[in-house]
């Protein structure tokens, strides 16, 4: 595991619900952060070098949980050095760094996986399936939004706010991101073209001096120390979009709307029904008719779609969340590892890439406010 934060220690929890996996080594700048995360997961081995890690022979796989500035070379040293790779989203902060990555796990004939874990509610899958089966006949318009609210204030800091850290754009590549790879993974339709408008609220930010976890901010203390930092990132975007042929869409990513904690919501239009889901009630799937009545369906494997029951593992009634997406990720890339013949059922870095497109066509868009093919 490289990386020791908010996403370091969600990746850990799930990784013990994987039977047949076993984390033995964690690397972390901050040796006695990496110490202490370890030792609650009982891992041995803490290095504050990633490197001491890729060269241990007996480690098949890494988990690469670092600011997004760090990926691309992380990965990049990963492959090389024969590992398997899981690497967070956005899998580079550029599109000729993410193809370099998938062209060198193609060449090296390694597993990759970049973590679009959202598809992995089992209600996502149902509306998968519900269009392969043509339940949805054809799509006609896609629409939702990614809200949260964990940056509203003007004293709210992560390090996903500095450009040097996270890249060109925030909430478009931090949850922006995650609804465009689910739009494209159960429309089964490429955007391919868009028109984006992007919003920084605060240039100015007061960023605490002491460390601040990801989430965390509304538990600071109003008297903190702070000190102010230039943002060009983006707080909200805004995007038109056209996916194959007809398809038309429209979405938009906020971190500053008050009272969206996490707040995924999609809806799918098509011309037999429709299917409306969101991530805060994700046991839920609204389905819409014409001249029938609507549905509310709640999560039940046994009442699924067949290639959707694998994707939960409670019975009806249990509720499965975001820990379990993971799980579901997490589990499927290493058994491609440990049979290499299966099929790969996980997003890989070949999507990664798909939505580095999508975000450099955002950041020209709305640089030249027009609209940009992907």
Known sequence: MIGTGFMGRVHLEALRRVEFVDVVAVAGRQVEA?????????????????????QDTTIDAVHICTPNVAHYPMTRDALLA???????????????????????????NLRNCVCHNLRYYPMVQQMRRMREDGDLGQILVVQGTYSQDWLLYETDWNWRVDAAASGPLRAMADIGSHWFDMAEHVTGLHVRSLCADLQTYYPVRKRPKQNVETFAGKLSSADSDFEEISVSTEDFGAVLFRMGDKTRGAMTASQVSAGR??????EI??????????????????????DT???????????????ARAYADLPGGHSEG???????VFRRFYRSIAEPQSSVEYPQMIDGL?????????????????????
């Open 34 to 54: 990496a110490k202490k995360l370890a030792e609650g997961f009982g891992i041995d081995t803490v290095v504050d070098d990633y490197r001491l890690v890729l």
């Open 82 to 108: 024969g590992k398997h790779v899981l690497c967070e989203k956005p899998l580079a902060i550029s599109v000729d760094e993410a193809q370099e990555l998938v062209t060198l796990a193609s060449e090296r």
């Open 261 to 266: 904690k996490n707040c995924l919501s999609i």
């Open 269 to 290: 239009y098509g011309t037999e029904s429709s299917v409306s889901w969101n991530q805060e009630r994700p046991d839920e799937l609204w389905i819409g008719h014409r």
């Open 293 to 307: 009545p609507n549905q509310i369906i709640v999560k039940d494997p046994a009442l699924l779609k067949t290639g």
């Open 322 to 328: 975001y820990d379990d997406t993971f799980k579901q």
């Open 354 to 374: 798909r939505q580095m497109n999508i975000l450099q066509a955002e950041i020209e868009s709305h640089r030249n406010r027009n609209w940009v093919d992907v």
